[in-house]
């Protein structure tokens, strides 16, 4: 069975730091991995999707990196704005099932 | 195109009762997946859908829970003699084909058993 962990579950940064969001998960064979954002009460808004054969995906500010065989992404959001303050969400994919992890919940301070 | 829609956004329904959740796909998208968010954990996947077909129910409790996908009209995800602990954010995704691309997700529906 796929365990996804995400360590932070909350974290509280000043407005222009980096952040980095850790996701793990136990079963490396999956088909790809995505990071979503939700915001309070709303839906998921996908981020960055990595397929299995990939290392990484950009866009904008975030960076997300995939290690399949250690079973690990990394989520970089550059110079963190109020506007980030969300929580982030790690699933990855078998067959057709997202396993999702807790989350991190992010607050940028202004 | 409207992305996934779902209603109501918000139920609300005292313990007995049934509660319908509707979701309405993506244009062009047959493929529906539903998921429940309790509080303080991760989005749990409970079953999935194409047109007339529940492919995988696997993560749907075995009593008072059923989900259809006509040929015409919305996926319902139907919740029977609710119970507090079915108190939860229901979401809906759908995508175009089987583990091709991302599946896009609706706003939720909030269900609160009182």
């Known amino acids: 069975k796929q365990e996804v962990t995400q360590i932070p579950a909350a974290l509280s940064v000043p407005e222009g730091e980096n952040l980095v969001l850790n996701c793990s998960f136990t079963?490396?064979?999956?088909?790809?991995l995505q990071w979503f954002r939700q915001d309070p009460g709303k839906g998921l808004t996908s981020l960055l999707l990595i397929q299995s054969s990939q290392r990484e995906q950009t866009s904008g500010r975030l960076n997300a990196s995939l290690d399949k065989s250690s079973g690990r992404s990394t989520l970089y959001i550059a110079a963190s704005q109020p506007g980030d303050s969300a929580t982030y969400l790690c699933?990855?994919?078998?067959?057709?099932?997202?396993?999702f992890g807790a989350g991190t919940t992010v607050t940028v301070r202004a | 195109n409207a992305g996934v829609m779902q209603n109501p956004r918000h139920l609300v329904r005292r313990r007995g009762q049934e509660a319908r959740l509707r979701c309405s796909p993506m244009?062009?998208?047959?493929?529906v997946y539903w998921y429940r968010q309790l509080p303080e954990e991760g989005l749990k996947f409970m079953v999935y859908?194409?047109?007339?077909?529940?492919?995988?129910e696997s993560g749907m409790p075995k009593e008072r829970f059923s989900a259809e996908f006509p040929k015409e009209g919305p996926s319902i995800l139907r919740i029977q003699q609710v119970v507090r602990g079915d108190s939860a954010a229901y979401f809906c995704a759908s995508s175009p084909v089987e583990g091709v691309e991302t599946q896009y997700f609706g706003p939720g529906t909030r269900l609160l058993v009182l």
């Open positions: 244009k062009g998208h047959s493929h």
């Open positions: 699933a990855v994919e078998i067959d057709y099932k997202l396993s």
């Open positions: 859908l194409q047109k007339e077909n529940i492919i995988d």
């Open positions: 079963d490396s064979a999956i088909y790809n």
